[in-house]
């Protein structure tokens, strides 16, 4: 499916801007406004970004990237990286209050704990974010969801909940806001596909640019920053959990457990779709849609 087909209409305000483009290793935000020329990052430019940006403070990290990456916002699920993230880049901005503020993206699944509801409308208030919601393509609650696509779509079909769930709102978020380049909160010491992430990274399959600021910290480094910075973290976090995700896929982590171990305990699974490439989900339509005519074939042949 591409951007275009998977775009729906929304009453959310966006930037203007020039489409996004990679071509042979080049890539360009060029969703950036239409007063600034697009950012093109050859490969020997990312790596040297890379090298220098490997050392240096996440907070520095930020603060480059601030002033760097037009058309710039953080995507988060309010986790202890992202909430690091969103108290440094709020020390970023009392620095210079006439910057152009980070906007967050939050994906509503509609199915994350109410304690993680309860952090955003926490963080809401103590930062004064402005916050843009995507939810699955026109549902607003979990009982118009399961109307939908029925129950437990999570354990039914994996692949078609990521798509419709996450990958598909994120997508229109990207299309809408126009976005450029992208906060993470991904760091290697969580393992799994996020051993050897760099700092910069190109999704030349969505067009934009990842940066994740916080990339070399461990665990103990994020928790020490929000306890030694009094921000504001899920209440899940002191039951035992260290990756909070939707309720039905994540459980606390035992002794001595992967950070992430915790999420789809028991599945071959590490991430949840929006980090995952777009081809694969696009492969997974096209099977899906030809299965399904094969069926409706043989039905009317019946």
């Not at 980070?102 to 963080?123: A, G, M, N, Q």
């Not at 910075?229 to 035992?240: H, I, Q, T």
């Amino acid at each position: 499916m591409s951007a275009e087909e998977s775009r729906a209409p929304s009453s959310r305000s966006s930037s203007n801007g020039d489409d996004a483009s990679v071509d042979s290793g080049f890539a360009s935000t060029g969703n950036s406004t239409a007063s600034l020329p697009p950012i093109s990052l050859t490969p020997a430019h990312l790596k040297h970004l890379n090298q220098q940006l490997e050392h240096m403070h996440p907070i520095d990290i930020l603060r480059f990237s601030k002033v760097f990456f037009p058309n710039l916002y953080q995507t988060t699920a309010f986790g202890l990286t992202g909430l690091a993230t969103i108290d440094m880049l709020s020390k970023i901005q009392k620095e210079n209050p006439n910057s152009q503020p980070i906007d967050l993206i939050f994906l509503d699944t509609l199915y994350h704990f109410k304690e993680t509801y309860e952090l955003v409308d926490t963080v809401k208030e103590r930062y004064g974010l402005k916050m843009h919601v995507f939810k699955p393509l026109d549902v607003e609650t979990t009982e118009e969801f399961e109307n939908t696509y029925g129950e437990k779509l999570y354990e039914t079909s994996s692949e078609l909940y990521d798509w419709v769930a996450k990958v598909e709102p994120q997508q229109r978020a990207y299309d809408e806001l126009r976005v450029g380049a992208v906060l993470t909160g991904r760091r290697r010491s969580q393992g799994g596909q996020r051993g050897a992430i760099p700092v910069i990274e190109l999704d030349e399959e969505r067009g934009i640019i990842k940066i994740n600021p916080l990339v070399t910290w461990t665990f103990k480094q994020v928790n020490d920053y929000i306890k030694e910075n009094n921000v504001p973290y899920n209440a899940l976090l002191d039951r035992g959990y260290k990756s909070v995700g939707d309720w039905h896929s994540t459980v606390p982590v035992g002794e001595g457990e992967d950070e992430r171990a915790g999420r789809w305990k028991g599945q071959e699974k590490t991430e949840c779709g929006i980090h995952n490439k777009k081809s694969r989900y696009a492969q997974w339509l096209k099977q899906t849609a030809a299965a399904s005519a094969q069926q409706q074939n043989q039905e009317v042949a019946a």
